[in-house]
């Protein structure tokens, strides 16, 4: 197998100071306009990217399915037709799976190593060994058959859910064409993997959460720049040009969205929340909503900002009181985030909790990761703040976490105006609390 250099000594690789990037702690503090930290090279991009994968394959995969007492996992996808696991899978230099690319995890048990193989035509950078010869056997399924008869696995997993997206990557065809070529006795082996692809999405290892508070700076940066007077210029930008410069911006910085940014714009004495080609004005305070993907790992960021008005120096008291009770939120849910609670039980106690103390709260936390929504179970929707099927499954240590909330509150400054006060900060919980990846916004951001 591959031998891939630490992750360390990756993050600081060139002697070029845009290359070296020093990895940032967790902070429960946040800068309104941070510097934008050092953008890696692509190629130390992709050697980051397949240094963190290896690890993952070495240490999780063990682990997980052994946890799930999983004997044999069977993954698979179609080119430009990867299912989620295997997209995560694939070394950095490997965009698609190749034609049909078939990937097979063994335990052989009695805590020898977990075999990871590859029935396809192509290599994975040496991260699976591959195990099919065409010209000896040109049927490629049948060629897992042989592999699964020669080691008779107890079960046989494949990702198969009525549950969850993340764990529904077979396709009826392959289902079928695999059942053709297996022999009948294995048949009543094959068990769904939906948790096992659950499992493995959701778990952050000790090395992604080294970077993933740099990759969130990298987000909380853009924002700052978003809303400042370098880009918003009161009564002449537009909502939709913000979210544009957003676009824009990403593409100079050589990183992606995996969401089209939203900009929103709320007024007195106008009802909701105003977007499009409605001009940002004194007095207005602004919504983002913006996420990135950077080293295979997603953000996912809500901030608030304030125009100041001719003659005003500060944010009026209402508001800044209204961003105050969703950082209260925020905490009365981190409070209530223990292992083995669903989703739907923390959102119930949080919510009674922050409706005892007079707020007025919608909770709609979610796991992220590879994902920008990502696998494990949800805290409350916010078109549903009742129990949810998707918030069934149990909050488990080692995942990362996209607080997301708001809380109502009607301004004085507003004429009593009830205002929606939206945010969002990712964060990590270790099993025993919930911390800020790079801090909060505590205070709404102000455009002179």
Do not use: C
């Not at 994968?53 to 070495?58: K, N, Q, T, V, Y």
């Not at 969401?259 to 004495?269: K, L």
């Not at 949080?350 to 103390?357: G, I, M, T």
């Not at 149990?394 to 809380?407: G, H, Y």
């Amino acid at each position: 197998m591959t031998v891939f250099r630490p992750l360390a000594a990756l993050l600081l690789l060139s002697a070029s100071p845009i290359a070296a990037q020093a990895p940032l702690p967790l902070s429960e503090t946040e800068e309104a306009h941070p510097a934008l930290p050092p953008i890696l090279p692509l190629r130390t991009r992709a050697e980051v990217i397949d240094s963190l994968l290896a690890e993952r394959l070495d240490t999780l995969i063990p682990q997980l399915m052994r946890e799930q007492g999983v004997s044999l996992w069977l993954l698979m996808a179609r080119e430009y037709f990867e299912e989620p696991v295997i997209a995560t899978m694939l070394d950095a230099n490997s965009f698609h799976a190749r034609r049909r690319t078939i990937l097979i995890f063994h335990d052989p048990g009695n805590g020898a190593p977990i075999e990871r193989l590859t029935v396809s035509r192509y290599g994975l950078a040496g991260l699976f060994e591959p195990a099919w010869n065409p010209d000896e056997q040109p049927g490629q399924w049948q060629a897992v058959a042989d592999i699964i008869a020669a080691r008779d696995p107890a079960n046989i997993a494949i990702n198969v859910s009525d549950t969850t997206r993340f764990g529904d990557g077979m396709t009826k065809s392959q289902y079928d064409a695999m059942m053709a070529a297996l022999p009948a006795e294995f048949h009543e082996r094959v068990i769904s993997g939906e948790r096992l692809a659950t499992r493995w999405l959701e778990t952050r290892t000790p090395a992604e959460m080294e970077i993933y508070p740099g990759i969130v700076r990298i987000a909380h940066a853009v924002i700052g720049e978003a809303f400042s007077r370098a880009v918003i210029t009161p009564g002449v930008t537009t909502a939709e040009e913000v979210q544009w410069w957003y676009r824009q911006r990403l593409t100079e910085l050589g990183l992606t969205p995996w969401f089209h940014p939203s900009v929103g714009i709320q007024r007195a004495g106008e009802t909701g929340m105003m977007d499009g080609d409605t001009v940002i004005q004194p007095g207005d305070l602004l919504w983002t909503d913006f996420g990135i993907t950077y080293l295979r790992l997603n953000t996912d960021t809500q901030h608030l900002a304030y125009v100041l008005k001719l003659g005003e120096s500060e944010v009026p008291v209402g508001l800044a009181r209204g961003l105050a009770n969703s950082n209260r939120v925020q905490d009365i849910l981190r409070s209530h985030m223990q292992v083995g609670l669903s989703g739907n039980e923390m959102l119930a106690r949080a919510r009674a909790d922050a409706l005892a103390e007079g707020l007025d709260p919608s909770i709609y936390s979610h796991p992220i990761g590879y994902h920008g929504h990502g696998a494990g179970t949800a805290i409350g929707f916010w078109d549903n703040q009742n129990a949810d099927p998707r918030g069934e499954d149990v909050l488990r240590a080692n995942t990362a976490w996209s607080i997301e909330l708001t809380s109502y509150a009607e301004v004085p400054e507003w004429g009593g105006q009830r205002v929606d006060f939206r945010t969002e900060e990712d964060a990590w919980f270790d099993g025993e609390s919930v911390r800020f990846l790079d801090g909060r916004q505590t205070a709404i951001t102000v455009i002179r």
